[in-house]
């Protein structure tokens, strides 16, 4: 769906509800559920649009760092993207060290606060492929 869909529903959404006196804009617009999917090591963060923007058409922002590292890291083929998920496999090789990602939204020239993952550890959280 095209990104002008997502504004025009944050637009509405925006009016309809008014969402300024219930909760702002750029907490409307952060994304819901963001969680790592692990198989044999393969390492995926997903997440759903935030409640203003119930499209794919949101432009997206991910950022990872090792757990006790100060500074985020940008993964830059997941800078400014339309999915609703990354492969963080090669930032997150170390199976035994804990990670975190974050992801934000840009919708309509507003952008989201950061949405980040609990404590994600590869080598507790894998699944073993088929």
Same mark, same amino acid.
Request: hydrophobic share 45%; with cysteine; proline share 0%.
């Given at each position: 769906m095209a990104p002008e869909h997502c504004s %025009?529903? &944050?637009? =509405? #959404? &925006? %009016?309809l509800t008014g969402v300024v006196g219930t909760q702002s804009a750029h907490e #409307? %617009?952060?994304p819901q559920r963001v969680h790592f999917r692990s198989r044999n090591f393969h390492n =995926? !963060? @997903?997440w759903q649009p935030g409640k203003a923007c119930s499209s794919n058409g949101s432009i997206y922002f991910v950022q990872y760092k090792m757990y006790g590292q100060r500074?985020? /890291?940008n993964k830059? +083929? $997941?800078?400014? =993207? !339309?999915?609703? &998920? $990354? +492969? !963080?496999t090669n930032e997150t090789s170390d199976i035994q060290e804990p990670y975190y990602g974050r992801v934000?939204? =840009?919708s309509a020239g507003i @952008?989201?606060?950061w949405t980040m993952t609990q404590r994600f550890t590869p080598w507790w959280e894998r699944? /073993?492929?088929i």
């Open positions: %025009l529903g &944050f637009l =509405i #959404s &925006f %009016l #409307s %617009l952060m =995926i !963060l @997903h500074q985020w /890291k830059e +083929d $997941c800078w400014g =993207i !339309l999915e609703s &998920f $990354c +492969d !963080l934000r939204t =840009i @952008h989201s606060g699944t /073993k492929g």
